[in-house]
């Protein structure tokens, strides 16, 4: 089914010829675009409302964060970020963030029941802020472990802008991207079936694997690693310009499962991301860029402010 959002988007959306430094635009992936999922469908139902969702909408603009919390993030880091707990019914299960806990936790951990219906869980806080400056990182970068899936359960991974239907997966609407990790095939903005995106199948995650989510700067390219190795580019510019919007991590569950979820609290597995480079706090929070105002001269609600 086609989405108001995919449509036309294999069209360049600016005429004429880019400058050589401008960032690339976004054109489609280039392997083939399924018509339907390998495992898991969605009620066309939920595709509709999606679509109205999105149409009434707007994406949030980028946000300022509160003088308080660039204080917490000074002080323990990326231990700041977690999860949100989706506020649907469908959603049935407990999240624990790092700063929730009282027991030394480094990363978040969620747990869902067998009847969790499918659900997007956003981050806190954004992974790239658009008001921020990149202060010479390359991009942005977290893991998840899966401790246990079962039955029917699985996990997706992947990153998306508010407001996004929280009854959807990542990568199915607008401004979200996802790998779908049970039949491996990766979505941007699309409501179909997804392009496969490893070969013939060779990776099937299960319990004790890692899979990692990846955002660079410079080029808008999404990928993700497994077991601590990077695999090919996703998708490539994406997000840009970079200033527009707020970028956050995007986890979707169905299902029963358990995972780890790592904004670098603790080691990652893909050794780059353990950089400074590509560490989430040092950009979020950090020197503005040269456009802070809203329209017409207004200054721009911090997030606190917004999300009040």
Not at 84 to 99: A, D, H, V
Not at 183 to 192: A, N, S, T, V
Request: charged letters at 20%; one cysteine or more.
């Amino acid at each position: 089914m086609p989405s108001l959002f995919s449509l036309g988007k294999s069209k360049t959306k600016h005429q004429g010829q880019p400058s050589p430094s401008a960032p690339p635009e976004w054109a489609p992936a280039p392997e083939t675009s399924h018509q339907f999922g390998l495992k898991n469908e969605a009620p066309e139902q939920e595709f509709e409302a999606a679509e109205e969702f999105c149409a009434t909408y707007s994406v949030e603009p980028p946000r300022l964060l509160a003088t308080n919390i660039i204080e917490r993030i000074n002080t323990v880091g990326c231990k700041v970020w977690g999860l949100e707990t989706p506020r649907l019914s469908r959603f049935i299960g407990n999240i624990r963030n790092p700063e929730d806990a009282k027991n030394g936790d480094t990363v978040t951990r969620v747990e869902t029941s067998p009847l969790c219906g499918d659900s997007c869980i956003l981050s806190n806080y954004p992974l790239v802020a658009g008001l921020y400056e990149i202060q010479g990182k390359q991009g942005v970068y977290y893991e998840i472990t899966i401790i246990e899936m079962i039955e029917e359960g699985f996990v997706a991974v992947g990153t998306a802008c508010r407001p996004y239907p929280e009854y959807r997966l990542p990568g199915w609407n607008r401004l979200s991207a996802g790998l779908h990790l049970d039949d491996m095939r990766k979505f941007f903005e699309d409501p179909c079936g997804g392009r496969d995106y490893v070969p013939d199948n060779t990776i099937r995650p299960g319990s004790g694997d890692t899979v990692g989510c990846g955002f660079e700067f410079q080029t808008g390219t999404i990928f993700f690693t497994y077991n601590g190795m990077r695999l090919s580019d996703a998708f490539t510019g994406v997000y840009l310009p970079r200033t527009k919007q707020d970028v956050y991590a995007a986890v979707g569950v169905t299902g029963a499962v358990k995972i780890n979820v790592n904004f670098g609290g603790d080691c990652f597995r893909w050794p780059e991301g353990n950089e400074w480079s590509w560490r989430v706090e040092g950009q979020v929070g950090g020197n503005l860029g040269a456009t802070i105002e809203g329209p017409e001269g207004e200054d721009l609600p911090s997030y606190g402010e917004a999300s009040s």
